[in-house]
């Protein structure tokens, strides 16, 4: 079973950093291809960043590419989101999700954490 919770989300000005993580207190000791997503208020979930199940392959939105890294740390089951040089659009709350392998879309949700941006 995998049971995603993510942490770090907090009020943060425009230009800081943040960094998210994700922890998977399951029983399984299986790694999965892993992502990050977001939702603003009156938005649609959307994407952000991706990563393979052995770290080595990332993907990025547009819109987060050069200010945001996805990494992680299979050994103690961490997922992490790097966010710096924030701003105001990016104020939503941030979701880890894992995909089952040979999966088409993402199996697992945490239940979010809200990072917001003053200007």
């Known amino acids: 079973q995998v049971t995603l919770v993510e942490s770090g989300g907090r009020l943060v000005q425009a230009g800081g950093s943040l960094r998210l993580s994700c922890t998977d207190s399951?029983?399984?000791?299986?790694?999965?291809?892993m992502g990050w997503f977001r939702q603003a208020p009156g938005k649609e979930r959307e994407f952000v960043a991706a990563i393979s199940s052995g770290g080595g392959i990332t993907d990025y939105a547009d819109s987060v590419k050069g200010r945001f890294t996805i990494s992680r740390d299979n050994f103690v089951k961490m997922v992490y989101l790097q966010m710096n040089n924030l701003k105001s659009e990016d104020t939503a709350v941030y979701y880890c999700?894992?995909?089952?392998?040979?999966?088409?879309?993402?199996?697992?949700w945490g239940q979010g954490t809200q990072v917001t941006v003053s200007s």
């Open positions: 399951g029983r399984t000791s299986t790694t999965y291809p």
């Open positions: 999700a894992a995909r089952l392998m040979g999966s088409s879309d993402y199996d697992y």
